[in-house]
């Protein structure tokens, strides 16, 4: 695994709580696409056969079996924590945790452990990751061809759902995407918008970048400094304009504390970023399009 956050069709994935009613269905949706699971994981069941593969009774012991690049974790909040350091110990190397609500205490002893080895997180409450035409490894609907196409423009979102919407607008614009990277919407992430900015100005398959911010914290003011630096163009859009002060909308990390955090404060950082930031999801098509020179244009809807 070398390109993580960036998911790639060679990625070996491990489904920790497979067995479930969620993991069923998604294991199946991902392994329709061409998404390489190998594994899952439920110690009740350890030694038995789901949807063709082998259940194990950890991450340790399906990584003593097999090579694992990825672990998804569909397992209540409770169970994260144990999920997570049992695939750390193992040696995966990026981990892609789904679940909403995990105690906080809990993801900061994961985060420790992860950057004591040096494996990578997507989340917490995140809905994953997507590179269409190759696999999709969470919850998003990467096997909806008329959301997600092959293409070139990368799109950053805390929102699983405003990621989708922005892919469909995408994909009618006739513009495919080259990765999705659901960074999650706690407070606390493993991986930043200014980490995932970074991991698709290296992907020479990205030419373009569409970042998706919400009101509250710093990430977005943060991502704007490696948006300064970069040679692909970036359009942002920012929800959560009319939210008023103190109110959380949606998401842990999506509340205003008096000024900071503010949707006036993020959008000044990234238009002085040069980034592009539009008013609606639905403007972000043609801001990118009047931002890219021609030869590029011309790519930008062409498979990997």
Not at 41 to 47: I, L, Q, V, W, Y
Not at 233 to 257: D, S
Request: hydrophobic share 45%; proline share 6%; glycine share 12%.
């Amino acid at each position: 695994m070398t390109s993580f956050p960036i998911l790639r069709r060679s990625d070996r994935v491990l489904v920790q709580g497979m067995t479930g009613a969620q993991g069923t269905f998604w294991t199946e949706r991902m392994r329709e696409v061409g998404t390489n699971v190998v594994a899952g994981t439920n110690p009740k069941r350890a030694g038995a056969s789901h949807l063709g593969l082998p259940i194990f009774a950890s991450a340790s012991a399906a990584r003593a079996a097999m090579p694992i690049d990825i672990a998804v974790m569909f397992v209540p909040p409770p169970a994260v924590k144990d999920a997570a350091l049992d695939a750390i110990e193992a040696g995966i190397p990026g981990l892609v945790v789904l679940t909403e609500h995990v105690p906080v205490h809990d993801m900061l002893a994961v985060f420790a452990a992860a950057r004591a080895s040096g494996a990578r997180i997507v989340g917490a409450n995140t809905a994953g990751l997507v590179t269409p035409g190759e696999a999709f490894v969470g919850i998003m609907p990467g096997h909806n061809a008329n959301i997600f196409r092959p293409g070139r423009i990368g799109v950053i979102s805390r929102s699983g759902s405003l990621g989708t919407l922005i892919c469909l607008n995408l994909t009618r614009a006739g513009l495919g995407q080259s990765s999705f990277i659901g960074i999650g919407g706690d407070a606390l992430l493993g991986t930043t918008s200014e980490e995932a900015l970074q991991a698709l100005d290296r992907d020479p398959r990205t030419d373009a970048v569409v970042l998706v911010g919400e009101i509250g914290g710093a990430m977005e003011e943060e991502a704007a400094r490696t948006a300064a630096t970069m040679k692909k163009p970036v359009v942002a859009f920012i929800a959560g304009r009319a939210a008023p002060p103190g109110r959380r909308m949606g998401h842990a990390g999506a509340i205003v504390e008096r000024d900071a955090g503010s949707y006036v404060g993020k959008r000044t950082a990234l238009e002085r970023a040069g980034v592009t930031v539009v008013d609606t999801p639905h403007a972000i098509p043609a801001a990118l399009t009047a931002g890219i020179s021609a030869p590029v244009r011309r790519t930008m809807n062409t498979a990997h």
